[in-house]
């Protein structure tokens, strides 16, 4: 590697030890909630801490987690080893090694999503739009009561593992929310009960501090929320992540508490554009090397202390070291992190990063590339590179997956080639989860069905209308 690349990686190596006042966005959260079977669920404690030590490298400083409680019973009430307990287990040793890191923990909490088997008819959520999950009623006391004795659990037992909170940070929605007369204005009920929370974990973890995350919020319940704080809890909220819609590169110029931090929510897990998707490692990894730069300008621009970077698995690789790298200024534009970032990890010899950059960033329009130019240029770089590296496996199999989909899409009517090429695809694509990501059953939004390429649907009906081509299918028909 080049000694340019080798220093600016080290320099951002020190900045990630604490928030950093020599640059805007100070504090630099990585939020990898482990869930639906992604790659924060299925990675072993090894494996995690090589990973993390990498991106607190590039510059990230925090580290946040989610308890998804979908699908689990309460692992605090269940005798048996079953989902709960395992994920449970999970996330604190996670967090704990995050913390050997000095990487500082932040919980992420949907106060009113509860466990499976707390769902009961007579203290059920009542449901709406954007309003889903395993829900409880906080204006019911048993409800109530629910929620605040989970999260005493929760805290408790973290504290006893040895983990710290610096914070919490709420979010009212995906999941979360009641529709229910009593609970409006939902955004206040969320609240008021998130103050409670607060209370508790400031009995197991003193001096953390209360975020918000805000995802999905609309202009009003940002004013409703501000007023409220202003007058029943001042400098209580110390910060907001501000929701970034898809295709978008800026916050919303919205209401904020007095003295609470302006900060972003910035996702990282899918490509340049909103549509056509290129996202949750559908299609194998991702890059957005414009959208961040763009990003990053505007959220320094809007006086943005921070971000938190939603992150659904390992795919996003280089997003990371793009956002976080741009962050600490460690990089004065995204190709030099790319340069950087190739340099480091898929061929450091000279005029090979330049080389790789240039190859990597087209791909944040994936459905633009020319595949067979871009097989031709992986062909003379790849041959030199390392043949067990996962991150450059994984931008070989996305190239192939994008051929195999050109294939596709050049016909219109369902040959024998056709579905032999789309055969091809589910296979290369489960080469990828399985080989590449070691990765279990995907559910929700990572489940196969969910993929965003532009054939699914027709090819489903085709399938469905012939079944003697019952070998033609994807992984879950």
């Not at 340069?339 to 990890?345: E, H, L, N, P, V």
């Amino acid at each position: 590697m080049k000694r340019w690349a080798l220093t600016i990686l080290a320099l951002a190596a020190v900045l990630a030890q604490a928030d950093d006042p020599g640059v805007p966005l100070a504090t630099r959260t990585l939020y990898a909630p482990g869930h639906f079977g992604n790659s924060y669920e299925c990675l072993g404690e090894r494996e995690y801490r090589a990973l993390l030590t990498e991106w607190r490298d590039w510059g990230f400083n925090e580290y946040a987690d989610w308890f998804d409680t979908i699908d689990c019973a309460d692992p605090f009430v269940d005798p048996h080893y079953n989902m709960g307990k395992a994920l449970w287990d999970a996330k604190k040793r996670n967090f704990l090694v995050a913390q050997s890191l000095g990487l500082p923990c932040v919980l992420v909490i949907t106060p009113n999503h509860v466990f499976l088997d707390q769902c009961l008819p007579d203290v059920a959520a009542k449901k709406a739009e954007r309003i889903f999950g395993q829900l409880v009623c906080p204006s019911t006391a048993a409800g109530r009561s629910v929620i605040l004795k989970n999260y005493m659990n929760w805290f408790e037992d973290l504290a006893r593992a040895g983990i710290h909170l610096r914070a919490i940070s709420a979010a009212p929605y995906d999941y979360g929310g009641c529709a229910c007369e009593t609970c409006q204005p939902w955004i206040l009920t969320f609240a008021k009960l998130s103050r409670e929370i607060h209370a508790i974990a400031e009995q197991y973890h003193p001096g953390v501090q209360m975020r918000f995350i805000g995802w999905w919020w609309t202009e009003e319940e940002h004013r409703q929320f501000a007023e409220w704080a202003n007058a029943e809890a001042p400098g209580w909220a110390k910060s907001m992540a501000l929701h970034i819609p898809y295709g978008k590169d800026s916050v919303a110029d919205v209401l904020l508490p007095e003295g609470c931090a302006r900060q972003a929510f910035v996702h990282i897990g899918y490509a340049e554009e909103a549509s056509p998707k290129d996202v949750y490692a559908h299609l194998g990894p991702v890059i957005a090397a414009d959208r961040l730069e763009r990003t990053i300008a505007a959220l320094e621009q809007q006086g943005c202390t921070g971000w938190m970077a939603y992150s659904e698995g390992v795919y996003d690789d280089v997003n990371k070291a793009l956002l976080a790298g741009l962050s600490t200024h460690s990089f004065a534009e995204t190709d030099t992190v790319l340069r950087g970032y190739s340099a480091k990890y898929l061929d450091g010899r000279e005029g090979q990063p330049e080389a790789w950059a240039a190859w990597l960033r087209p791909w944040g329009k994936p459905y633009a590339v020319d595949t067979s130019a871009a097989d031709a240029d992986f062909q003379k770089l790849g041959a030199a590179a390392v043949s067990d590296n996962w991150r450059l496996e994984q931008w070989r199999l996305k190239l192939e997956l994008m051929k195999l989909n050109a294939t596709i899409v050049a016909e219109t009517e369902w040959t024998d080639t056709r579905l032999a090429a789309v055969d091809a695809f589910w296979a290369t694509r489960e080469r990828l989860m399985r080989d590449v990501y070691h990765l279990g059953p995907q559910r929700h939004v990572f489940a196969d069905r969910f993929s965003p390429v532009p054939w699914r649907q027709s090819w489903e009906e085709y399938i469905g209308a012939h079944s003697s081509h019952g070998s033609h299918t994807s992984p879950e028909q």
